[in-house]
């Protein structure tokens, strides 16, 4: 199996997930009491909370440079971003690095074309909404990408923020974004892209009336396989 780097803290809440849903996998996969070879270096999340809102962007690819260097002198043969936002970087980061980025959103169009749909909603930070690094990865694969409008992204990215990141799950909040949801159904999605990793500790499959697309699962299982050279 090859080692697999994961740069996480982007917040700890999903890198967590990510940790589980690898190891579970692995062990899945090759039964007995096998668990992942990984390397974990993780941001302090408060540090990419400021650079990202003071559009400090080149110092946050810098700072992921050199997490993605680091984790590539450790041994890591396959790295992870574990942030759908921060792949805005990812191509300068590869760049600076000899070992494969797996990408998130590459992953993701796979999930939604597996499912046979073309149109899908994303949610996520107002950073993945608005900017198309990650919507471009789904048109390439033949999907179309809708999002909510600008008063429901606001409260779909302030959620993340204020209360997902510090692990804090609120039926309240829960209801704002199955309405949003609610709303990409009528606009003509047939699934929703949960795209910020820790929205699925928000939003499950069945508080969803259209089919969900947890990034953090397909990510991290997607990876196992990667690693294992089963996909």
Request: aromatic share 6%; charged share 25%.
């Amino acid at each position: 199996m090859k080692r697999i780097g994961l740069i996480g803290g982007v917040s700890w809440e999903s890198s967590v997930e990510y940790y589980r849903i690898i190891n579970q996998t692995t062990q899945a996969l090759l039964g007995k009491a096998h668990s992942c070879d990984c390397l974990l270096d993780s941001f302090d999340f408060e540090e990419v909370r400021t650079l990202q809102y003071e559009d400090r962007w080149p110092e946050l690819a810098q700072r992921l440079i050199e997490k993605a260097q680091l984790l590539e002198k450790g041994g890591a043969e396959l790295l992870l971003i574990c942030s759908n936002t921060l792949h805005k970087m990812s191509e300068e980061v590869q760049g600076q690095i000899q070992i494969p980025i797996y990408h998130i959103a590459e992953a993701t169009a796979l999930a939604i074309q597996e499912q046979g749909l073309h149109t899908v909603g994303l949610l996520g930070t107002r950073f993945t909404m608005k900017e198309d690094f990650y919507k471009l990865h789904l048109r390439k694969a033949g999907i179309s990408v809708l999002v909510p409008a600008e008063e429901e992204m606001a409260l779909v990215n302030d959620i993340i923020y204020n209360e997902l990141v510090k692990g804090q799950i609120k039926e309240e909040s829960r209801v704002v974004y199955q309405q949003v949801i609610a709303q990409l159904e009528q606009k003509g999605a047939q699934g929703v892209i949960l795209g910020c990793t820790e929205i699925p500790l928000l939003i499950k499959p069945e508080h969803s009336p259209i089919p969900v697309f947890d990034t953090t699962y397909i990510h991290a299982t997607g990876a196992v396989k990667k690693a294992l050279s089963l996909a």
